[in-house]
């Protein structure tokens, strides 16, 4: 089970407290103030990687901690600073902060702070002047604030699949790409979101079948829909099984409607599967109703071709610049 959303603690380190300390040997039983500064606390960073299930490790572990600063020592010793802390996310996770500050982690290798350790405190040694020779003030490092940090993990694939249930849409990501999804013959095969990257390097993301009244939480692929969300284009599956193709089409861009402006004007590949099981009139028929791209049959090499290559030139028609 991909986790997409996860919710943890992130504590930087405490600064080490200064020392109060003075110097004295035989010859000098009363030398000055020696104490040093404690060591500033470690800080705690997310780095984005490429493992799309790195959320995982958040499930059941939710506190993560990065090591305190260590206390002055005598003669001027600052203490050792404490070691900070990596975590590593998901490229394409989103981190929310109690506040309501985001910070998008949208590119592998991106490291950004998540929060600072506190500085070490002074020791006596920096409180020394020519009117006080024996301080015994210092500073005691502050305990940093625990905070609550949610992650949504906000794919960033090429392409969205999307459709009714059952309507063929693993089954085509696994011919694309070099996933191995579960593909089965009834609605809501799939639970949760199934990446894949396609030869030209594409990623594509699958999601639960959309069902009408999506929107006012029926069944499942809504709440995935945001998964698709910055998707550059769409393939929108209908099932040759359909006995109403045009109303699957119509019920399923409802639904986008409804979920966001963005979504609708999105650019579309509209794409008949299942051919293998319709004659030649049919699919003629169905082809004009849809006004649909493309045919397809996971039976059909030739037809998953087209579908990639058509993928292709509309992902590189979009990067050209405008003129
Ligand atoms: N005959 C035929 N069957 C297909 C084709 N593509 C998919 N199927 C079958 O249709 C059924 C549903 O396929 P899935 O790929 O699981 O459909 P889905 O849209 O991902 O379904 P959900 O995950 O439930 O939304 C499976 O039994 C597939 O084997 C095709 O081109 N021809
Ligand atoms: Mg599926």
């Keep these: 089970m991909l986790i997409d959303d996860v919710e943890i603690n992130v504590r930087a380190g405490k600064g080490g407290d200064g020392l109060v300390h003075f110097f004295t040997d035989r010859w000098r039983p009363k030398g000055g103030p020696d104490g040093g500064n404690g060591g500033d606390g470690g800080s705690v960073y997310f780095r984005a990687v490429s493992d799309i299930s790195k959320l995982h490790q958040f499930r059941h572990e939710k506190d993560y901690f990065a090591q305190d600063g260590?206390?002055?020592?005598?003669?001027q010793r600052s203490g050792k600073k404490g070691e900070d802390l990596f975590l590593e996310l998901p490229f394409g996770s989103v981190v929310t902060y109690d506040n309501g500050t985001q910070i998008e982690l949208d590119k592998v290798g991106m490291e950004v702070m998540a929060t600072k350790g506190t500085k070490g405190g002074k020791g006596n040694f920096h409180f020394r002047s020519s009117t006080n020779q024996t301080p015994q003030e210092h500073q005691m490092g502050r305990v940093p604030m625990t905070k609550k940090i949610h992650i949504q993990l906000k794919l960033i694939a090429d392409i969205g699949l999307i459709g009714l249930p059952n309507a063929g849409k693993t089954s085509l990501l696994n011919e694309l790409t070099t996933a191995h999804a579960k593909v089965a013959n009834y609605a809501f095969t799939t639970l949760e979101p199934?990446?894949?990257?396609?030869?030209?390097?594409?990623?594509?993301?699958?999601?639960?079948?959309?069902?009408?009244?999506?929107?006012?939480?029926?069944?499942?692929?809504?709440?995935?829909?945001?998964?698709?969300?910055r998707t550059k284009v769409l393939v929108h599956c209908i099932s040759g099984e359909s006995s109403d193709p045009l109303a699957d089409y119509k019920t399923v861009r409802q639904e986008l409607t409804n979920y966001s402006s963005s979504m609708i004007s999105k650019p579309e590949i509209i794409v008949l599967t299942k051919s293998d099981i319709l004659d030649d009139k049919t699919i003629a028929k169905y082809k004009k109703?849809?006004?649909?791209?493309l045919v397809t049959s996971i039976a059909d090499d030739k037809s998953i071709k087209k579908l990639n290559d058509l993928i292709s030139q509309k992902l590189a028609n979009l990067d050209v610049p405008e003129v």
Excluded: C, M, Q, W
């Design 70 to 75: 260590e206390k002055g020592g005598p003669n």
């Design 194 to 229: 199934n990446l894949g990257v396609t030869r030209g390097g594409s990623i594509i993301a699958d999601i639960p079948g959309l069902i009408e009244g999506a929107a006012e939480g029926k069944g499942l692929g809504y709440k995935f829909l945001r998964h698709v969300e």
């Design 289 to 293: 109703l849809l006004k649909a791209d």
